[in-house]
């Protein structure tokens, strides 16, 4: 089957099966190294994109579904302004997340407070169960998630006013 579809920034095609995965499709094929993926079926939370602009566990997503659309990894992802904030964030609360799982966590990060600058908890902790975690606190994930949020919201403003 022939893919084709955005891949940080630039047009790919691709001639593959249609049910690979895309975390196969970006590590087998288009040369992504930045997934550190734990399970390949959903359990470790560890191979989130962004698939426009949402974030998505790329094992759980077949290449079939990713026609048209935009792909962002870490590799782009990490050079914008939103990671920069939610390293910020993370850091001023205190909750800096390892470096294995970080990928993955800022943008679940940025999935939530592109929708909401103020989430609460239970929401925060929702989208998070997604990516399992027993070293960092919950509470902990929260602040650095809400800390994120407001830096956002700041950002926001100040972009009105310009
Ligand atoms: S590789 Fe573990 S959830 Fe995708
Ligand atoms: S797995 Fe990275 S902080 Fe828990």
Redesign the pocket.
Known sequence: MKIQFTLNGRQEVLHISSDVPLLQLLTEYSGISSIRPGCDRGRCG?CVVLVNDLPLLSCLVPAFDIRGRQIVTFERFSQTRDFTEIQKGFTQADAL??????AS?SMLTHGIISGNTSPQPEEILQAFSL??????EPSRIVQGVQQAGTLRGRRRRHGRRK
Request: charged share 5%.
């Open positions: 560890n997340p390892c470096s294995f799982c970080f966590k990516n399992a975690c027993t070293c960092l």
